[in-house]
């Protein structure tokens, strides 16, 4: 069964760095991509970055490319993201979520059919 698991959320001061961990089971990363999104209250889930297991590459939104980095690890079935200098404007729920796909990784949720159940990032002074 495919499984995702989010976790590394917490309440941070701005500035501050952060590392979020998605776990996956019953998945193979040699052919998934592996996408991260968040999503507040009133808004549209929004992909913030993805990672393809078939060829390593990675696609970053606008908004965050300077400051998030996205890794996997397939021998650990983890998927991170890393976040440097939080901003209040990164407060959210993040899910992380898996597509069977070829090349390359989109961050269009409408291509991802398997998600976790989020961790929620609050940045606040």
């Known amino acids: 069964q495919e499984q995702l698991a989010e976790s590394g959320g917490g309440l941070l001061q701005p500035g501050a760095s952060l590392r979020l961990s998605c776990t996956t089971s019953?998945?193979?990363?040699?052919?998934?991509?592996i996408g991260w999104f968040r999503q507040v209250p009133g808004k549209e889930r929004e992909g913030v970055s993805c990672?393809?297991?078939?060829?390593?590459?990675?696609d970053y939104s606008n908004s965050v490319q300077d400051r998030f980095t996205i890794s996997m690890d397939k021998a650990k079935n983890t998927v991170s993201l890393y976040v440097d200098s939080l901003k209040p404007e990164d407060t959210a729920l993040y899910y992380c979520?898996?597509?069977?796909?070829?090349?390359?990784?989109?961050?269009?949720?409408?291509?991802?059919?398997?998600w976790g159940q989020g961790t929620q990032v609050t940045v606040s002074s």
């Open positions: 990672i393809s297991g078939r060829d390593g590459s990675v």
């Open positions: 979520a898996a597509a069977y796909r070829g090349l390359g990784c989109v961050r269009r949720p409408q291509a991802y059919r398997v």
């Open positions: 019953g998945i193979d990363l040699n052919y998934y991509s």
